[in-house]
């Protein structure tokens, strides 16, 4: 059984950080690809990263790009997501979620999402 624990999540003053975690549990990493998403109340949810380690694919939505840090631990089975210099609009549920790696440029399909952690970014 696939399981998605994230944690990490916290109120902080903008211009702060906080390192999320996302534990997982019956996957491979090699065979998923890990992704970092959010939704703050109204707005419709949001991808902000995703790491493939298997192929050392990495991406990052352009509204977090040279903020946030995405990393993995093959031995922990646990992905980070490094967030600093948080802005109150970074204000949302983060959620992680885990995807099956067809192959190259396939676009990713998530089977697997974890409980949310809210981070709240006060102004």
């Known amino acids: 059984e696939v399981q998605l624990q994230a944690s990490g999540g916290g109120l902080v003053q903008a211009g702060g950080s906080l390192r999320l975690s996302c534990a997982a549990s019956?996957?491979?990493?090699?065979?998923?690809?890990i992704g970092w998403f959010r939704q703050a109340p109204g707005k419709e949810r949001e991808r902000v990263s995703a790491?493939?380690?298997?192929?050392?694919?990495?991406d990052y939505a352009d509204s977090v790009k040279g903020r946030f840090t995405i990393s993995s631990d093959h031995a922990e089975n646990t992905v980070y997501l490094q967030m600093n210099s948080l802005k109150p609009e970074d204000t949302a549920v983060y959620y992680c979620?885990?995807?099956?790696?067809?192959?190259?440029?396939?676009?990713?399909?998530?089977?697997?999402w974890g409980q949310g952690t809210q981070v709240t970014v006060s102004s």
């Open positions: 979620a885990a995807a099956p790696v067809i192959a190259p440029n396939v676009p990713f399909e998530y089977e697997y």
């Open positions: 019956g996957l491979d990493f090699d065979d998923y690809a």
């Open positions: 790491i493939s380690t298997g192929d050392g694919y990495i």
